[in-house]
């Protein structure tokens, strides 16, 4: 996201080079942190004595810190510059990506985990915008492939990576790789950028950048505790939701009243802005609900090492690769909006084929639902980060940006926790209802193989642990049977969108 008014930094080519390669650096260190603690969940779970909806804060406090600061990285690259705020980026980030692997309980990582997703927002906007300010604009495009290629190598890398070292090594390791390359990064942009551009003093609306983040924050901590406290029986709960209306509220009211509120309420009067950003909510809910129920899936129940649970889920990457670089030559020959709802078929086909998992299965319905679920994805986000200010005015760009990631992130979030306690819940239903049929007088459980019996101790602890497999891949295969439904609504939503007149700009992927 360049900042308007920044002027563009000139730079020889060893230098360009040099910033290039600092700059991938850190994206990729971003990047790849989106996807390789997914692997690692169920090994920091038993380190740090965390339930299994516990654990989801370590994945949901990165998210939703990230999705607070993200709209402010526009204000703080023209306040105190991009350089600056990229230098800070990286080395908070850093710091932070250590203090993590030092954690020694479920506190400590969680708050940690918060401090990366606040230094971490401003990675991949800032890193973008680098890349745009040091190359002139005929080297644009060139410059956008190779940081696309370097966003996408993260999620890519991330499983196989973390599974190779939390087995070698240990899960502390999943962080400690951040540090060689953030130092990388850290030198290579304070050696090889000079120049702030030109910083301007921009108003910051505090009170709707405070209540908005108050909101955010509320509600996330009544999904995350929610199934622990059992729900609105807790006065904590009750509480938590009504502090997220009010605050939710009040930000309401100072977007509509203030002359220069924090985000402009005129963005959302432009239709295919409006349209994105809802698919771009379902899209964030989809995908990062399924990449935390998949690792614990597979560890926990099919008895995966980590190591081949992060080569089996390695394929979904592979796929949004190859559908990225495909839609980058028919974005421009092709309706943008057949290419996201072929995208959107595409992951909805894959959750189906999630939903016929098994205990019984081998890797390859794994790998293959993973492969055509990241070749939707990789369908769909090009169109859509090109569709979405495709026809908003030049003036809301910027905010534009940062609206849009936000909402994907806050979807994302909400995905997360949420999916987590439906398959919660689910499983304990489920698992009374399989228990109400283990009678004795019930003629098909009469004969049992061992090691199960209905009237030994140990036959019965064996039952019971069966029973509890079972529920827990029952719920699993509802979680993705529901997430296919929600992804195939997501295709009607596309009548929201419409062609725009005027040629539409080349696309500039938003992936932070």
């Given at each position: 996201m360049s900042v308007p008014g920044q002027a563009a930094l000139k730079v020889n080519?060893?230098?360009?080079?040099?910033?290039?390669?600092?700059?991938?650096?850190?994206?990729?260190?971003?990047s790849l942190d989106t996807t390789i603690a997914n692997v690692a969940l169920p090994h920091i779970q038993g380190?740090?004595?965390?339930?299994?909806?516990?654990?989801?804060w370590v994945l949901?406090?990165?998210i939703v810190a990230a999705a607070i600061m993200t709209p402010m990285t526009g204000w703080l690259?023209?306040?105190f510059g991009q350089r600056r705020v990229l230098m800070v980026s990286i080395f908070g980030f850093t710091v932070a990506s250590g203090l993590c692997g030092i954690a020694q309980n479920l506190?400590?990582?969680?708050?940690?985990?918060?401090?990366?997703?606040?230094?971490?927002?401003?990675?991949?906007?800032?890193?973008?915008?680098?890349?745009?300010?040091?190359?002139?604009?005929e080297r644009h495009g060139q410059a956008m492939s190779v940081w696309v290629m370097g966003a996408i190598l993260g999620p890519i890398l991330g499983p196989a990576l973390g599974g190779w070292l939390t087995d070698n090594l240990t899960w502390r390791w999943v962080f400690y790789i951040n540090l060689p390359v953030g130092v990388l990064a850290f030198f290579g942009i304070s050696t090889f950028l000079h120049g702030e551009g030109q910083a301007r003093s921009v108003k910051l609306d505090f009170i709707g950048f405070a209540t908005l983040a108050?909101?955010?924050g509320s509600l996330q901590?009544?999904?995350?505790?929610?199934?622990?406290?059992?729900?609105?029986?807790s006065r904590e709960i009750g509480i938590e939701a009504g502090l997220a209306a009010l605050f939710f509220y009040l930000f309401l009211v100072q977007t509509f009243t203030a002359k220069q509120p924090f985000i402009n309420?005129?963005?959302?009067?432009?239709?295919?802005?409006?349209?994105?950003?809802?698919?771009?909510?379902?899209?964030?809910?989809?995908l990062f609900a399924v990449l935390s129920l998949l690792p614990p899936m597979l560890e926990n129940l099919m008895g995966y090492p980590v190591v081949t649970t992060g080569l089996v889920t390695m394929p979904r990457g592979i796929g949004t690769l190859i559908s990225t670089f495909l839609v980058g030559r028919l974005v421009r020959k092709v309706d943008n909006r057949l290419l996201m709802a072929v995208g959107l078929f595409l992951s909805a086909a894959s959750l189906v084929m999630m939903s016929r998992m098994s205990l019984f299965m081998d890797e390859r319905l794994v790998m293959i639902s993973g492969f055509v679920q990241g070749l939707g994805t990789g369908l769909v986000f090009v169109p859509l980060s090109t569709m979405a200010f495709a026809t908003l005015d030049q003036r809301f760009r910027a905010e534009g940006t940062a609206m849009f990631t936000l909402i994907r992130n806050i979807g994302s979030a909400i995905g997360i926790s949420a999916l987590q306690v439906v398959a919660i819940r689910n499983n304990e239903i489920v698992h009374s209802r399989l228990v109400e049929g283990l009678r004795p007088d019930n003629p098909a459980v009469a004969n049992l193989p061992a090691p199960f019996s209905l009237s030994e101790v140990h036959g019965i602890a064996a039952l019971n642990g069966e029973v509890t497999r079972q529920a827990a891949m029952v719920s699993y295969v509802d979680a993705f049977w529901f997430l296919s439904i929600l992804s195939f609504g997501a295709i009607f939503l596309l009548l929201l969108v419409r062609k725009p007149r005027r040629a539409v700009a080349p696309p500039q992927v938003h992936m932070e």
């Open positions: 080519a060893t230098s360009r080079r040099m910033i290039t390669g600092a700059v991938m650096a850190a994206t990729i260190m971003n380190s740090v004595s965390a339930s299994q909806d516990q654990i989801t949901t406090s990165y690259a023209g306040r506190g400590e990582i969680v708050g940690f985990r918060l401090l990366q997703g606040v230094f971490g927002a401003a990675l991949i906007p800032s890193s973008q915008a680098v890349l745009l300010d040091i190359n002139p604009p108050l909101a955010i901590m009544m999904l995350d505790r929610g199934q622990q406290q059992d729900w609105f029986s309420p005129r963005l959302f009067l432009d239709r295919n802005f409006l349209g994105c950003s809802i698919i771009g909510f379902v899209l964030g809910t989809v």
